[in-house]
């Protein structure tokens, strides 16, 4: 297994080239189920795990894919199948956004119920409770849940809570239906904005994509298209942080600074600066952060996703800062980790406490997650002496020749084989 060698305290310089956003090349990429016509995909972060286990997952279903440098492209040759493998939906949750295009297309289909992960129990009932709503019959069995309608009909749904992936899923459905279906308290990330620009390529109207109120008007023949994906905003703030906590200077080429609003907003008031410049974001800092609380929340407040790498900053933070997860149940597994390189974090349920201390110190720490790691990368970034990070593997799900892209900027990271 992999693990990163880092020894830190070295300020991070330089420019780097932030990625396509994994969260919204996945959809889409899942999207080009609805068509059999050979569809483009532009700035993929092809080397990253999932969008490899997104591949694995559309040959499976009887996809033709084909990937060149950032740019895949897919096509159907012979029939598709309605039925996801357990193997890719127990590495990769997020295979159970391929339950909305097939049941649209096809009436059937049948996919692993996901199960839990290290940062909560993850259910899909909003997904589920959307295709009821659509008139799918559901059964279980033996694990799997399957889906049929002979004809789902559009109409209005409402979710009980902004889940992205429901958001996603029952979307695509309603891509493939002809009619108009209204999603009420829908989820408002960009990567929603993205795909329903890409929907609106294959040809349905899509109206809202980007508020809480989504509607989508579809066709029973969706066409290939041409798509670029938006930049990662998580990959960016999770730089904009390591520069901070490095205390440098990086300029990150391609990050969308109207997707990370919030995030700049709190990084300003911990004493960074952030210059939205052309082409990207440029951030800077020196000293000790002042210490910002936050509460995470669904787009457009503060990104779950980042919650981790904030933590690892405000342990440096000059007193104490306040960390309240809304989102997931279990996240702060990263918390044991940090204390291990010298923090002084509490957790109680939802909330965390961190009292900045002067410098964190190299230890052997262990990932537990995509977003744990990233924390534990931050950390051991700006700490002082050599850290060992076990389980990169999670790292390797969302970042992007992390390694590379941190040497680039002055960081001393090798990865090694044990
Ligand atoms: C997506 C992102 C993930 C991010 C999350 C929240 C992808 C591939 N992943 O995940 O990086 O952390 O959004 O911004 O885009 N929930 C239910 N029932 C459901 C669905 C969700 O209770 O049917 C709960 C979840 O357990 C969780 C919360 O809602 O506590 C948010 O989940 P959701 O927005 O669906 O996240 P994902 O789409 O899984």
Redesign the pocket.
Known sequence: MDQFIIDGGRPLRGSVAISGS???A??ILIATLLTDESCVVENVPVKLR?IKTTIRLLESLGKRVEVSGQTVRTWTHGSLKTQAPYELVKQM??SV?AAGPLLARFGLVRVPIPGGCA???????????GFDDLGARRIADHGDVILSAPALKPGPLKLK????????NLMMAAAALPGATTIENA?R?P?IADLARFLERMGAQVRGAGSSRVSIRGSLKLSGCRHRVIPDR?EAGTFMLAAAASQGHVRLEGAEPAHLQAVIRCMRQAGAKLDPCRGGIEVSMSGRPRPVSIKTA??PGF???LQAPWMAWMCLAQGKARIREE???NRFLHAAELARMGARIGVGGHDAVTEGVEALNGAPIMASD??AGAALLVAALAASGRTVLQRVYHIDR?YEKVEQKLRRLGASLRRVNR
């Open positions: 994994k969260n919204a996945l959809p999932d949750r997020a956004l940062i909560g129990l993850r259910p899909i009932d909003i997904h589920l409770r809570f902004p889940s992205v992936g429901a958001t996603e989820a990330e990567e998580i669904p787009y990104p779950t996703d989102v997931f149940e995509i977003r969302g």
